[in-house]
């Protein structure tokens, strides 16, 4: 077995102990395999194991893995997980599934203008600044209600959800915040008929994921502690 395979089984059982804890269904969390800097090879082997969900950071990285993986294109799902410049919109629009890092007005209305015909609405999150960190994407969780609706009556964007990236050791009450501030954001949207798919709490990394899961967690994003240490060139 390789080490991908067993890192895999790994965080799954894990992440399906931290349902059981919470009293959730296991197949509510969604595992996204976070893959920046790794090599193709690296997703390959995950893909022979099922892994069907992957995040990159780096537009052009990305890219050019997408392209290596092309025979997989119907089988896996890429999301783009870090910061997005309005100069970068179209490759991101024209060769993701989902954009998890949607953080102002602007970015979301060029990625609804330049995403093909051809193609589904783009599944977007928006990110929230939860810790309210300066070195940190994301807007301020007060800001968040007026984004969501924008980017929900984007016709080109499927508004799936939140995600945050908390700070090391964030507490549980930041945690749960998210997920109260999900819960609030979701039931606003339901009264104005906007954004029926919104579903999705992307939040919890390897060290944190259990904590995540508790807090409401509905994807977990993965790197290190599926694929081994960052490969950086």
Known sequence: MSHIAQNLREILARINDACLKANRNSGAVKLLAVSKTQPSQAIKDAISE????????????????INELQEFRSE????????????????AAENFDWVQSV?????????????PESLKPLNVCVQINISGESSKSGVSPEDAFMLCEIVARLPKLNLRGLM?????GANNMSLSSMRQ?????????????????FDT???????????????????????????GKRQYK
Do not use: C
Not at 55 to 65: C, F, M, P, V
Not at 203 to 225: K, Y
């Open 103 to 115: 953080d102002r007005e602007k970015i979301a209305q060029r990625l609804s203008e330049q995403r």
């Open 201 to 227: 709490l992307s939040l919890g990394m390897s060290d944190d994921l259990e904590e995540a899961i508790a807090a409401g967690s509905t994807m977990v994003r993965i790197g290190t502690a599926i694929f």
């Open 181 to 197: 501030l999900f819960d609030n954001i979701k039931l606003s949207l339901s009264e104005k008929a906007l954004a029926p798919n």
């Open 50 to 65: 099922g892994q069907r969900e992957f995040g990159e950071n780096y537009l052009q990285e990305a890219i050019e893995k």
């Open 164 to 168: 945050a990236i908390p700070e090391p």
């Open 76 to 91: 896996i799902t890429w999301h783009l997980i870090g910061p997005l410049q309005s100069n970068k919109t179209r490759p």
